[in-house]
Each structure stands twice: as structure tokens, then as C-alpha cells.
């Protein structure tokens, strides 16, 4: 009975969240159109595309260049009232929304992937993993310091230790990619121990295993600065938590049961508070993403924030915006999947 | 064994460390019960109730200023007991409590069969399968049905929890059941429902209750013999029977005089002032600033335990 | 985890009980002083002023050095390093020496100029440049100067010869090119030393000569130097003025960047800007978040349930992303991004709990009975709702204002910010872009970044402080 109720809760969370993207990816849009940008690209891609087509075409290509150009002009007109581009803004907007939902985001202006495709899609796509294991890796180095280390703190609180990881929280407040500025200066700048940034040495060791140990050592300075970052609020946040989660009436019952005090940690204090930690891990997660960008440009590493930062630079404005609603998606399903796991851990949930 | 009672416990104490000084909670207490008998010890909120709940199953808080006197439980003292051995062979299997607000006594995201049948599986080693299927009887027992043993806490309502908590509590059959305010959180009806459930139980099986609660008429329909607490301290034990018709203690009298009678016309009285505060008690019987029958002793001395009856202690000197 | 609603503040408890913590005054010194540093600051440098300095306009920075490290850094490298120094043909002193001796018969006028300084510091000039501001006709024919160098022991070194294009003209003696072989070809005949490559102008003007410049190692020549110029003009009415400017390595109390401007003022700036943009975005979010939350909490039903979808939503709109977005399609100053930020985060994770505490004060007696006696909902509202949930907001309001500092840094970071202010993440965008890691210049980085810290850092202290305050529960653990 509890199956079909998890998974009619997680088909309707599924729902909610994509109607929910498509609005977030529909804002993007009209806030992006609102200065034309987009009617820009697509129309100067689609001219573009049917100038290639009309020059390769055996039909028109000998002809002399002022009637091409009258040709061209004459199909992009048509192929602009064939899509409906011509029409108002806000239907303008709904055939751009169905683009972006279905990812057919254009093509970039400037840059390409590195396998070549002008495909804002490929693009994009592409560097998706990189971040993915950067910050996924960083967040779950995090998440079970932030466990461990709170949860021996809850023990002893009071203590020495206890105080000063209290009185350095406010160091969380400054962002990683802050900390890497000064982990690059310290570690590479002045001791050359560890590279300024990118993702593997220049030029990649042919062995894989090398070029995995590589791929390593250039994550060590971004992860350490989301590390330390996080370190002390994360550390006194989970202190804190499984000190009220302790104080619960039912944890003193446990132990009046006289059950030892591992089972009550475990059972009692631990997975009462699973769906809270869960769903600050998936905050926390979501907060990554976002910080994902500068932290890129600040390590050279290779990923979705570095694409943004090069589109910026270039004003590749189809890459900018397709990189948002990647991040739309890339958000939705975090907090798609936190809400599975929600559902799997919270025994509420499953039952109503 | 005639003589020994079953549990006998003597000069208690349990003080708090707390910023503003030392709390006595409970201040050299000293009583026994025996097999099968049934204890109430009334008092008002702050009185020190609860605490000595705590003391007698070793629930400290981690500001214990001081906490000795001797617990014998069958003849065994208790406080000699080292944690590991107090958890493994006496919480649960021999005193077991039955918890104010029972509500929260549970933990949410465990099934209730399961939490009923832990103890079996912790301190019998019984198996799981076992285990549940006397969690159920357990249930069974205290009126509720089987099938919420596979529910969770929040499916059940505030009786059906505070009965399955009871059942918790009796799945060890232990000697000793405390029930501190067990039924305070609860309407009156199902209030009523859980007092007959209890006095079901404990004809039918034997058990040592301490009932713990501000109610004194709630306390007479269970009680054997009760004990008033004022300040810390017992002022007044005795047999249940004397206790309600004729109180010796003037803080008693003035508790029964306060509590209305259903068939008879009572004009009711009340106890002027507040109660002390267990940071600094008055000097000499505690109860002295209130008591209108106090003597000059009263605020010089503390009265001792004096047996005015057989197996009736008051502590006041106007029995000296 | 309710916060215990029962609690009556009081303004001068709080902050009696806020003293009483290290933290809490340790951040109310800090913050008090960045405050008051933000006044001075906007109230001796108005922003007009400083958007003109920053631009940099008319050249206003020209005699400063370029990069220069603040002079406070002689302590740590334990060497005399070169401050800038100015010797103008105009000036009344000692050492300056300016002859002009007409030609008679002839509208001709020979100039003999002389600019002596003494240099003894340990390192050499960063730069060395020559102003000139002659008077002339470019039409007709211009002044022909021949320019000398003389160093402390008399050795007389032919730097250029030229004829005048510009009566403001600008020699830059360091990075000439032509000068530069002129010195090399001047030493090897002279000297019979021929200097490595890496040895630069200024070190073969101001470096004893001695064979270990081949291998370029040079020592600086300590004493007096003299810059000679011999000028010719042909011209009625025609002079010759000029200002050697030999650039230092160090410059004020912050140094220096590429364009030569004095890092202090984007310093002494992005502090106003810094605590108006965190302040403000925190101050505007949280009281926005306070209506919302209320609202939601007290009509509930439908309004609750809307309220509840948009935050969803915005949940799933990526901030960063979409802020950015903004920045580079519409070049937005300052206090555009500010209000988009807002935008973005009114409906944000913020109004779940003051929502949740809404509903609980909601079901309160003294609120069933204020309802009884007829009080309308916005007495209600602003009576009894709305104290209960101010306070827990203060600690959340003030800790938030790093993270939005640190956001106003990024953007900078990534070019997006204001374009005309300056800004300290304006100067680590600058440092980065420049090399400053690769170059050493540590001091680009690290002082704006000591005012970032500073300020995330009171900020954050301050709001711990209050939390412990205005959270019992948090004290008691």
C-alpha cells in the first residue's frame, strides 16, 4: 500500500516540477526578449543558415552575388513567416519557450564545443559533467564532514573544540571561490606546489591513470576552497541540529529503555533528522550551482561556469541564455530527486 | 521475604548545578514499597516529582550537582550499580517509566510495533519475529488493536499512544512502573479510559507502581499508599485509606480541603503564597511561611520524619 | 524548532547583552569604523569626483607609478625601495639650473637646462619620463633638443637628440627604444661592456657600470644625478620647460595599478558602495519577505497556496545565472543589479519559517480575542503579529548582508558590475586580468580582499551574536 502512495506522490511531484521549469524557463525568456536579444540570434542564425543553403545550392550558386543576396532575402522572409517570428511578442515568446523546453537552443554566436558543434546545446552539455563531479564531489566531502564531525561535537558540547568552531563560523560567510583566489596565491603563485587552475597538465599525460592523478591535482585547490568555505558553519549547523534533535522527549525514553547509547544515536537521533540534513544537503547542493560560476572562471576549470563566463566575454548571447535554462533543469531535477529521497526517508510522506 | 521491602529507598538526593545556583530537586527522600503495591506521590508543579522520577532511573541531566543515597531494589542498592550495568540489567527489564506527555515519547519515524518490542530485542535478545508478535499481544493487552503495531506514531491519537506507551512500558515485566503524570496531556474521558486500564493491570498482574501527578483525586483511584511531596521533600506517608479521609500534614490537609467532592456540599480553601523556590528553601520545615498552624520551631528547625502511626510519617513538629 | 514567542525584547537589553559578548563588540568596532570610513569618504570625495578619478580623466595620473606596491611593504622586504621623485625646470630650488642665453642678431635662444636629485635608494626606478612643456609654433621650426645624462661620479651619457613636435610632448626615456640601443652602443664603445638583454634603461642609468652587467647583475649607484638638456629655439617667444619624472617602486598607503591610479580610492570607495549594496539588498529582502510571509500566513486559503506556488518557482530560477543574464544583455549600473537582486529573492526560502511562526501566532488566544472585539486584521497585524516576528528576522537580516557583498564582488569579478564605479571587486577583476598572481603584485589582491573579509567577517559576527540573543535555545547550547 505505501508503494503506490510513494509513487503517486513521486509521479505529482514530477508534474509540479516541470510545469514549474517551464514557467522558470518562460521568464527567462520574456526577461531575455525584453531587449530583443533573442529575436536577434534567431534571426540573424536563421539568415545565416539559409545564405549557406542558398550559396551550396547548385541552382543559385554561379549567379552574381546582388541576386543571391535578393534570393536570400526573399526565403528568409518566407522562412520567417513560416515559424511565425513575425508574429507579437507574446506568441513570439510561447515558440521560444518550446525550443528552450525541448533544449533546441540555437546556435552560438562564437564559440563552439570541442568537438566542433555550433550547437548551444552541444556545448553546454558537453561541459555539464565536469561541473557535475567538481561540485557534487564537493558537496558530499562536506556533507559527511559537516555529519561526522557535528555529531562528535553534539557529544561533546561545551568543549574547547566546541568553542572555537563556534567562534570561527562567521568564516562560512565568505564564499569558496573567495578562499581559491587566496589558495591560488598561497599554493601556486608563491609555492608552485599545485597548478593555477584548469583541469588536467597541459599537455595531458597519455596514461590514463596519469591523467586521472592529474585530473586530481587540479581539483584539490577548488575543492579545498569549498571545503574550508563551508567547514565551520557546516560543522556547528549539524552540532547544533543533533543537539536539539537530542533533546527530544522520545531520546530520553530511548534511553530510560536502556538502550545502548550507539542504537540510540543511531536510531533515535540520526534518522529522526534525516529529512531535515537531506534537505539541507539539497540546499546546499542547488547553492553550489550557483556559485559554480565564479568559482570556474576563478580555477579555469573547464565546466558550465566557465562556458558562461566565455559567453559573457564574447556576448554569445544564445550560449548565455541556454546556459540559464540548463541551470533551470539542472535545478528541477535536484530538487526533483530531493524530494524521492524525501519521500523514501520521511515515513510521513510516504502515507498521505 | 517479610521485613525487605521490594524497593527501599533512603536520603535521596538529586541537586541541579544551574547558573543562578544549586536546585534540590530532591532533598533526602526516604520511603518503601512493596511487591504489588502501589505508591502516588502528589504534590504541586516544582515540587520536585518529576525529578525524583529521573532519580530513581538515572535519566540525569548533565548539570547534576550531587546525586547519592542509597536505592535498594530487592535488596540490591542501585547507586553502586556502574552505568553499563544499571542500562543492561535494570532500566527497562526491572524499573520501567511510563513518561508525562507521551506524545513525544515515541519516535516518529520508527514503526510502533517495533518500538514496543525493541526493549525484548535489546535486553532478552528475543528475535524479531518473536518480538512483534508480543508487541502485539502487548497491544492487545491495553485495548488497542493489533493492526497499529505497523503504524506510525503520528497515525495514532493521544489515548492510543499514551496506551501504547503502557505497553511498552509492561513488555519486560519489570518489577517497577513509573508513571509520571501519565494521563495530564489527555481529555478527560480518555483520561478515565487510561486510569481503568491501569488499575486493570495492575490487579491482574502484580507490578509495583509509582504514580506520580498533581492530581490528588486522580491519585486515589490507584494509590496504596501515598506520599506528599513538598519542596523536595516527603512530607507526609502514609496508607492511601488514611491519607484521604484524615491528613495529617497541615500542607495535606490544605490539599484535601482543596479538592472539590462530588456528593458532598464542601466549602473550599486554598493555599495562600507560592511555592518555594528549590534554589534557597526557607529555613526549618519548608512549609512554615504558608502553614497557618506553625510554632516558632517551625522556621528554626526541620521537623524530622515522625511516625505518628504505624507505617504514617509526617514530617512537622507539632507531632514532636 | 520554534523560537520561543513568548519573549519580549527590549532594544537597550539586546544590545546591553549584544556588549557583553567579545564577538558582539569586536564587529560593532568594525562595523562602526567602516561606517564612519564611508562617510568621510563619500563626504571628501564625492561620487562624481571619484567616477572622474577613476576614469582617470585628463591623464590626471600620469606621474604616478605604475603597479606600485604600498609603501608600508620597506617593512616587510627589508630594502630602501624608490619613492617617486619630481624635478621640474620651474622649480625654485637647489640643483635646478635653467640658463637662457639669446643668441644676439638672431630670434635664436640657446637653453641650458639642469635638474639634479639625489637617489639613494636601494633599488632602481620603475619608470623614468621626461614633460615637457615648451612654447612654440609647431608650424615653424621647433626647438632641437640634445639631452644628457650625468651620473654621481661625473660620467656625462648622450641620451637623444630631437627636434620638437609638441610643446607637451612626452619623452618616456624608459621604454624608448631607440634611446635604449643608444645607451647599449654608448657603453659597449665607451665602457667596452656589453650589457645582457635582460638589463633595462633604468638600470644602465642609475647601475654601476662594471662588467657583471653582462651578466646582468647590476647594483644600484647611489649619489646625485643630473639631467642636462640643451635646447635650441628659433622662434620669437619660443621656451622650453620640462619635468623628469623618475617613477618610484612604491607609492602611498595602497599602492598603485596598471593605469596608475591610487588603489586607495577604489579602497576608501568600495566601502560606501559595499555597505549600501549589502545593507540595502538585505534590508529590502527582508522586509518584502516580512509582508509576504505575513500575508501568506494570515489570509492562508488561496492566497497562501499562490503565494506557495510562486515560491516554488523561484526556487527553480537560477539566481546567478539569471542575474547575470540581466548584467550582460542590459549594462546595468549599481543600483539596477541591486533592484533585480531584490527581485529575485522576495519570494525566496526566507518566508517558510516567518510564514510557519505567522500561523502559530495566528492561533493565539490574545488573538482570538483582539478578533472578538473587533480589531480590524491590520491592527492585528501590526500590534501583535508583526513584533513577535521582527526580532527573530534581525539576525538572519544582518547576516545576509555578506552574501550580498560578496555577490556585488562577484559580479565585478566577472565584468558585469557597475562600469564606472569603483568597487573592490572591480580591483581584484583588475589584479586578476593583469597578473597580478604571476607578476607578484600580492598587495592588488590582497588589500581589497582585507576589506572584503573585514566586512563579511563584522557582519557575520554581529549576526552570530544576535542569534545567540534573540535564539535562547542557541544559548543554552
Not at chain 3, 195 to 214: A, D
Amino acid at each position: 500500500m505505501s508503494y503506490k502512495g510513494f509513487i503517486r506522490y513521486t509521479v505529482r511531484r514530477g508534474v509540479v516540477l516541470f510545469l514549474v521549469v517551464v514557467l522558470a524557463i518562460y521568464i527567462t525568456i520574456i526577461v531575455a526578449n525584453m531587449g530583443g536579444k533573442i529575436d536577434e540570434f534567431v534571426k540573424g542564425d536563421l539568415y545565416l543558415q539559409i545564405a549557406q543553403q542558398v550559396k551550396r545550392d547548385p541552382q543559385y550558386k554561379n549567379l552574381p552575388g546582388s541576386e543571391q543576396e535578393k534570393i536570400i532575402k526573399m526565403k528568409y522572409e518566407q522562412e520567417i513567416k513560416r515559424l511565425g517570428l513575425d508574429k507579437p511578442f507574446l506568441e513570439r515568446s510561447f515558440i521560444y519557450l518550446k525550443d528552450a523546453i525541448t533544449l533546441n537552443l540555437g546556435r552560438a554566436l562564437y564559440m563552439t564545443s570541442d568537438s566542433g558543434s555550433r550547437l548551444v546545446r552541444n556545448i553546454i552539455l558537453e561541459r555539464l559533467p565536469a561541473t557535475v563531479m567538481l561540485f557534487t564531489t564537493a558537496m558530499i566531502i562536506n556533507f559527511f564532514i559537516h555529519l561526522f564531525l557535528g555529531l562528535y561535537l553534539s557529544r561533546n558540547y561545551g568543549s574547547l573544540l566546541d568553542k572555537i568552531v563556534i567562534a570561527l563560523a562567521p568564516t562560512s560567510t565568505i564564499p569558496g571561490w573567495f578562499y581559491g583566489i587566496f589558495l591560488i596565491l598561497i599554493f601556486a603563485s608563491w609555492l608552485h606546489i599545485l597548478p593555477y587552475g584548469g583541469f588536467v597538465d597541459v599537455p595531458p599525460p597519455p596514461d590514463p591513470v596519469d591523467y586521472a592523478l592529474s585530473v586530481l591535482k587540479h581539483m584539490i585547490l577548488p575543492l579545498a576552497s569549498w571545503i574550508i568555505s563551508g567547514f565551520f558553519l557546516g560543522v556547528y549547523g549539524t552540532r547544533t541540529f543533533f543537539l536539539i534533535f537530542s533533546t527530544e522527549d522520545y531520546v530520553e525514553a530511548a534511553r530510560a529503555k536502556g538502550l545502548p547509547g550507539s542504537l540510540i544515536e543511531r536510531r533515535y537521533i540520526l534518522r529522526p533528522a534525516l529529512p531535515p540534513i537531506i534537505t539541507n544537503f539539497a540546499l546546499g547542493l542547488i547553492g553550489s550551482w550557483g556559485g559554480a560560476i565564479i568559482t570556474e572562471t576563478v580555477f579555469n576549470w573547464p565546466g558550465l561556469g566557465l562556458v558562461t563566463w566565455k559567453a559573457i566575454q564574447n556576448f554569445d548571447t544564445p550560449v548565455i541564455i541556454g546556459v540559464t535554462v540548463i541551470y533551470a533543469y539542472l535545478l528541477a531535477i535536484t530538487v526533483f530527486l530531493l524530494d524521492i529521497v524525501y519521500g523514501l526517508v520521511d515515513p510521513r510522506i510516504k502515507l498521505q | 521475604m517479610v521485613g525487605v521491602a521490594m524497593l527501599e529507598v533512603e536520603n535521596l538526593r538529586l541537586y541541579y548545578a544551574t547558573r543562578k545556583g544549586v536546585v534540590k530537586a530532591v532533598d533526602r527522600v526516604s520511603f518503601d514499597l512493596e511487591r504489588g503495591e502501589t505508591l502516588a506521590i502528589v504534590g504541586e508543579s516544582g515540587c520536585g516529582k518529576s525529578s525524583m522520577a529521573k532519580a530513581l532511573t538515572r535519566l540525569l541531566p548533565r548539570n547534576v550537582h550531587t546525586y547519592d543515597g542509597v536505592v535498594r531494589l530487592d535488596g540490591k542498592n542501585l547507586m553502586e550499580l556502574s552505568e553499563e550495568e544499571f542500562r543492561k540489567n535494570v532500566r527497562w527489564s526491572q524499573i520501567s517509566i511510563v513518561f508525562q506527555g507521551a506524545q513525544n515519547a515515541l519516535n516518529p519515524v520508527l514503526k510502533v510495533g517495533f518500538q514496543i518490542a525493541e526493549p525484548l530485542m535489546v535486553h532478552d535478545g528475543v528475535p524479531k519475529e518473536e518480538a512483534l508478535k508480543k508487541a502485539r499481544e502487548a497491544l492487545r493487552m491495553v485495548g488497542v488493536h493489533e493492526s497499529f503495531a505497523d503504524r506510525y506514531p503520528f497515525e495514532l491519537s493521544g489515548g492510543m499512544r499514551q496506551r501504547a506507551v503502557i505497553a511498552m512500558a509492561l513488555i519486560t515485566n519489570p518489577k517497577l512502573v513509573i508513571l509520571d503524570e501519565p494521563t495530564s496531556a489527555l481529555d478527560v474521558i480518555t483520561q478515565a479510559n487510561i486510569m481503568n486500564l491501569l488499575k486493570r493491570i495492575k490487579m491482574e498482574r502484580n507490578l509495583s507502581f509509582i504514580f506520580i501527578t498533581h492530581d490528588i483525586a486522580l491519585s486515589s483511584e490507584l494509590a496504596d499508599r501515598v506520599a506528599v511531596m513538598y519542596a523536595g521533600q516527603i512530607v507526609e506517608l502514609t496508607d492511601a485509606e488514611e491519607f484521604y479521609t484524615n491528613p495529617k500534614h497541615p500542607y495535606s490537609q490544605k490539599l484535601m480541603a482543596s479538592v472539590p467532592t462530588l456528593r458532598t456540599d464542601k466549602k473550599l480553601e486554598f493555599i495562600p503564597g507560592a511555592p518555594p523556590s528549590l534554589l534557597a528553601p526557607p529555613p526549618g520545615c519548608r512549609f512554615h511561611p504558608r502553614c497557618d498552624k506553625a510554632i516558632p520551631r517551625c522556621g528554626e528547625e526541620e521537623p524530622p520524619a515522625i511516625e505518628v502511626k504505624e507505617k504514617h510519617y509526617v514530617k512537622c513538629w507539632l507531632y514532636a | 524548532m520554534v523560537s520561543d514567542v513568548g519573549m519580549e525584547y527590549s532594544l537597550k537589553g539586546i544590545v546591553k547583552e549584544l556588549l557583553s559578548y567579545k564577538s558582539g563588540i569586536a564587529s560593532v568596532l568594525i562595523l562602526a569604523l567602516l561606517i564612519g570610513l564611508s562617510v568621510y569618504t563619500v563626504v571628501t570625495i564625492p561620487p562624481e569626483q571619484a567616477i572622474a578619478m577613476w576614469r582617470g580623466e585628463n591623464n590626471m595620473w600620469i606621474e604616478n607609478p605604475r603597479n606600485a606596491a604600498p609603501e608600508w611593504i620597506t617593512y616587510f622586504v627589508h630594502k630602501n625601495l624608490p619613492k617617486t621623485i619630481k624635478v621640474a625646470s620651474w622649480d625654485r630650488r637647489f640643483g635646478v639650473v635653467k640658463a637662457v642665453a639669446p643668441i644676439p642678431d638672431t630670434t635664436l635662444k640657446k637653453i641650458h637646462i639642469e635638474v639634479s636629485f639625489d637617489y639613494n635608494y636601494d633599488d632602481f626606478p620603475s619608470e623614468v619620463n621626461v614633460f615637457f612643456k615648451a612654447k612654440f609654433n609647431a608650424s615653424k621650426t621647433t626647438p632641437l633638443i640634445k639631452m644628457y645624462w650625468v651620473k654621481p661620479d661625473g660620467t656625462k651619457i648622450p641620451i637623444t637628440e630631437f627636434t620638437m613636435r609638441d610643446p607637451d610632448q612626452i619623452l618616456y626615456i624608459s621604454v624608448d627604444q631607440q634611446i635604449y640601443s643608444g645607451l647599449v652602443a654608448w657603453l659597449q664603445k665607451e665602457k667596452g661592456v656589453k650589457p645582457y638583454k635582460t638589463v633595462t634603461t633604468q638600470e644602465i642609468l642609475f647601475g654601476k657600470i662594471s662588467p657583471s652587467m653582462e651578466q646582468g647583475k647590476v647594483e644600484v649607484e647611489k649619489g646625485t644625478y643630473k639631467l642636462v638638456v640643451d635646447a635650441t629655439t628659433y622662434n620669437e617667444g619660443d621656451d622650453v620647460d620640462l619635468k623628469l619624472v623618475v617613477y618610484g617602486k612604491i607609492y602611498g598607503i595602497a599602492g598603485t595599478d596598471h593605469l596608475r591610479r591610487p588603489l586607495i580610492i577604489a579602497l576608501l570607495w568600495g566601502t560606501p558602495v559595499a555597505l549600501a549594496f549589502g545593507l540595502t539588498a538585505s534590508l529590502a529582502i527582508s522586509i518584502i519577505q516580512l509582508f509576504i510571509a505575513t500575508i501568506s500566513g494570515w489570509y492562508a486559503g488561496i492566497v497562501d497556496s499562490i503565494i506557495q506556488r510562486i515560491t516554488e518557482i523561484y526556487m527553480i530560477i537560477p539566481f546567478l545565472p539569471f542575474l547575470i543574464m540581466m548584467a550582460a544583455f542590459y549594462k546595468l549600473d549599481i543600483w539596477t543589479i541591486l533592484a533585480v537582486v531584490i527581485v529575485l529573492s522576495i519570494f525566496g526560502a526566507g518566508i517558510k519559517s516567518t510564514r510557519a511562526l505567522v500561523m502559530q501566532i495566528k492561533e493565539y488566544p490574545y488573538v482570538e480575542a483582539a478578533k472578538a472585539y473587533g480589531a480590524s486584521d491590520a491592527r492585528i497585524i501590526t500590534l501583535y503579529i508583526i513584533p513577535k516576528i521582527l526580532p527573530p528576522l534581525v539576525p538572519g537580516l544582518i547576516g545576509s548582508v555578506p552574501g550580498f557583498v560578496f555577490l556585488e564582488a562577484a559580479l565585478s569579478f566577472l565584468g558585469l558590475g557597475d562600469p564606472y564605479l569603483p568597487t573592490w571587486g572591480k580591483i581584484i577583476n583588475d589584479a586578476r586580468n593583469n597578473g597580478a598572481l604571476y607578476k607578484g603584485y600580492y598587495y592588488w589582491i590582497l588589500e581589497p580582499s582585507f576589506m572584503l573579509i573585514l566586512t563579511a567577517l563584522a557582519f557575520a559576527m554581529l549576526g552570530f551574536a544576535l542569534d545567540k540573543i534573540v535564539n535562547p535555545r542557541l544559548r543554552e547550547m
